[in-house]
């Protein structure tokens, strides 16, 4: 979270997959969470206040939800979708 960055590391490899973020990047401000549904990474940025989404196949990102306040966990759950803020978890 530190870096900004959402880091891919192949363990058997020692080596980065992936990189996106880091540096004078904005793509990620302070992410805190990060689940991955088929395709897709949702990461949750407490400092932008957005869920940002990565698209595995192509490492496109773009933005998924965006609101008033930082944004600290998303995730699905049957076929609800359910974000926790800090003033608590909401039901989408």
Do not use: H, W
Request: aromatic share 12%.
């Amino acid at each position: 979270p530190e870096l900004n960055a959402i880091i891919c590391y192949a363990v058997e490899e020692r080596r980065v997959q992936m990189r996106i973020g880091g540096g004078n990047s904005t793509a990620f401000v302070d992410p805190v969470s990060i689940i991955r549904y088929n395709d897709r990474l949702f990461v949750c940025n407490k400092g932008s206040n957005k869920v940002r989404t990565i698209t595995l196949g192509n490492y496109a990102v773009s933005d998924y939800l965006e609101f008033d306040e930082p944004v600290l966990q998303y995730f699905i759950a049957g076929e609800n979708e359910f974000v926790k803020l800090e003033s608590g978890l909401y039901e989408l």
